[in-house]
């Protein structure tokens, strides 16, 4: 093999919400898990989880055995975000990653690992982490804040089933603006791109809200982008 060769790895951001305390009443946040690097380079430094790429994987199973080993998650969300292969970001080798990220529900993430070398971090207030993952980070969030308007994205941090202000608090944790509760509900409702069911919340003292779905007809490309104000 030529020494002076790339090696490819995938790694993976993963995004859930969680409270920012243990207070009922706690806005949920952005978070991500971080494993502790256990070898150099970057010994001791948090990183992003991820590995090497198995010779008869493809780059998607790759992704999710290494999610899954390093912080007990699987995703329902799984998709390719970007390469990154900058000469410098290894200092003792070529590497080249191929980064994906997973977006997990508040029940999933409970189910993660965490230890010594696992922890959640808020997602924009992470550690200096190893290689260049500050930058994968970055970039992870520009992408998800982005496709919030032109896409069902936020479909993947709730059931099959949620209210309208599960879904606000959603869209307010990853855009990190308050949204007005009534013309949130009035555009939502306005695009068709949610339907209303039968059923309620169960549970809580007042009236138990409506919960919804999202209208599996519904098409961002004819309808346009879900007006955020």
Known sequence: MNPEAPTLAVSTVIFALR????????????????????REPFEGKWALPGGPIGASESLGDAAARNLLETTSLRSRYLEQLYAFGTLDRSPSQRVVSIVYWALVRPDEAERATEGENVRWFAADDPPQLAFDHNTIVEYALWRLRNKMEYSRIAHAFLGERFTLTQLREVYEAVLRKPLDPANFRRQIESTNSVVATDERLAGGRHRPPRLYRYNESFDLADNGPLPMT
């Open 19 to 38: 409270a920012t305390d243990s207070s009922e009443t706690s806005p949920a946040t952005l978070w991500l898990p971080l494993v502790r690097r256990i």
